[in-house]
């Protein structure tokens, strides 16, 4: 089994900054790509970012230029710095992860979300 410990959410004025964290911790053999989603109220989830094993980013178009998504090997750790912040960027902020097991299964895990809310 795996646990994700998500935290930085808040309140931001438009133009601010927030880092979200995201440790991934029991059986974990490897983590392969690792992700950062989000879901406004009444919206889809989408991807945000997202980050290959190798540490390869890739963004969507709506946060290119503004966030940057990294991780720590040695802490099973995704960190995603959100800067310049928009209103449009108010939503719940959750990691997915692909972790495998040391049953040596790859399985994709959700974090419990953590709340972003930039004012205007």
């Known amino acids: 089994q795996v646990q994700l410990a998500e935290s930085g ?10 880092r979200l964290s995201c440790a991934a911790s029991g059986s974990i053999f490897r983590i392969n790509a690792m992700a950062w989603y989000r879901q406004a109220p009444g919206k889809q989830r989408e991807l945000v970012a997202e980050i290959t094993s190798g ?7 709506s946060v290119k230029g503004r966030f940057t998504i990294s991780r720590d090997n040695a802490k099973n750790t995704v960190y995603l710095q959100m800067n310049s912040l928009k209103p449009e960027d108010t939503a719940v902020y959750y990691c997915h992860p692909e972790v495998i097991s040391h049953d040596y299964i790859a399985r994709y895990y959700w974090g419990q979300g953590t709340q972003v809310t930039v004012s205007s």
């Open 9 to 18: 959410g808040g309140l931001v004025q438009a133009g601010g900054s927030l």
């Open 55 to 61: 540490s390869n980013p890739n963004y969507a178009d």
